[in-house]
């Protein structure tokens, strides 16, 4: 019950910051919105995933599939509805349940960390050159659609919104790595604060090199791989010894 009543009220107070951001006064240093962004934004959006980790464990491989496709109609129903705050939440949720669906295929942990290995270098080259970096310059639309946002406060030039955006791939990511230190027996704690640190260290490259889009992925398959470094080492170890 803990847990639901905090999940209750994460969901309430980032629905209330969604809906109120815009109208609170602009920050004036663009370092002061990654604060926000980096130590107060994400990890309430990402503490979300941390306290429904359980209902990975306690649902079958159908069940979940059932979870996140029905999560999936919700957030494009709602997206069409234009609930942007429910649609924002519900890909968010979405995105995780696939993550935990494809963590069954997954025998052993070291497993998990060759995809953390092999998703860098797509990520970074989707980016800097293949189909990422195309929807971002020449079809938002396409990737609003296809990401999270978060707000900052106040508004731009144009009276818009401020958001930073995460990739709904970067998300399934996040899910799939926190589900399988739960899985697996890894450390959730330390791995969910690399990890969420890693967007906010993306943000801050994002802004170093002012550049729109920087590849999250790198820095998020950082962080899983140390806070588990030596237990995945043993994994592999482990698969060695059982094959001689």
Not at 59 to 64: A, E, R
Not at 89 to 104: D, E, P, Q, R, S
Request: aromatic share 10%.
């Amino acid at each position: 019950m803990v847990r639901v009543a905090a999940v209750l009220a994460l969901v309430t107070a980032i629905a209330l910051w969604s809906q109120f951001a815009p109208s609170l006064p602009a920050v004036d240093s663009e370092w002061g919105n990654v604060a926000i962004l980096s130590f107060g934004v994400i990890p309430a959006m990402f503490a979300l995933v941390w306290l429904c980790l359980p209902l990975r464990g306690v649902l079958s491989l159908p069940q979940l599939a059932i979870l996140a496709a029905t999560l999936v109609v919700l957030a494009f129903a709602c997206s069409l509805a234009d609930l942007e705050i429910a649609a924002n939440l519900l890909k968010l949720a979405a995105a995780t349940a696939v993550g935990w669906l494809a963590l069954a295929f997954f025998e052993a942990p070291w497993w998990v960390m060759l995809v953390a290995l092999l998703i860098v270098p797509v990520d970074l080259f989707s980016v800097a050159r293949g189909p990422t970096k195309e929807i971002t310059e020449n079809q938002p639309q396409v990737f609003d659609a296809l990401s999270v946002y978060m707000l900052i406060p106040g508004r731009n030039a144009e009276g818009q919104a401020q958001a930073a955006h995460l990739g709904l791939p970067d998300v399934l990511f996040f899910g799939l790595f926190l589900g399988a230190c739960a899985r697996f027996f890894l450390r959730v704690a330390p791995t969910w604060v690399l990890m969420t640190l890693s967007f906010g260290g993306t943000l801050v490259l994002a802004v170093w090199f002012d550049q729109a889009g920087v590849a999250a992925l790198p820095l998020l398959s950082a962080g899983f791989v140390l806070a588990n470094a030596d237990l995945l080492w043993h994994s592999i170890r482990g698969s060695r010894t059982s094959h001689l």
